[in-house]
C-alpha cells in the first residue's frame, strides 16, 4: 500500500512541476508580447505558479518522509 501512496505522490509532484513549466512559459509569452507586469493575466499565472510550487514541495516532504519509513520498515 505503501508503494502505492509513493507512485500517486510522484506522479501528482510530477504534474504540479510540468504545469509550473507551463506557465512560467505563458508568462515569458506574455512579458515577450508587452503584457504589463501588473495585468490580471500575469498576476493570476503568478499566483497559480506560486501555489502549486508550495504544494509541490510539501508533497516532496511528504514523500520524502514515506521514502524514509520505507527504509527503516526494510
Known amino acids: 500500500m505503501n508503494a502505492i501512496k509513493k507512485w500517486i505522490l510522484a506522479v501528482q509532484i510530477e504534474n504540479r512541476w510540468k504545469k509550473i513549466g507551463n506557465n512560467r512559459r505563458k508568462m515569458g509569452a506574455l512579458l515577450e508580447n508587452g503584457e504589463p507586469y501588473s495585468s490580471p493575466a500575469l ?15 510539501q508533497m516532496e516532504r511528504r514523500y520524502r518522509e514515506l521514502m524514509g519509513e520505507s527504509l527503516v520498515s526494510a
Open 43 to 57: 498576476v493570476r499565472l503568478d499566483g497559480e505558479t506560486a501555489l502549486l510550487g508550495y504544494q509541490a514541495r
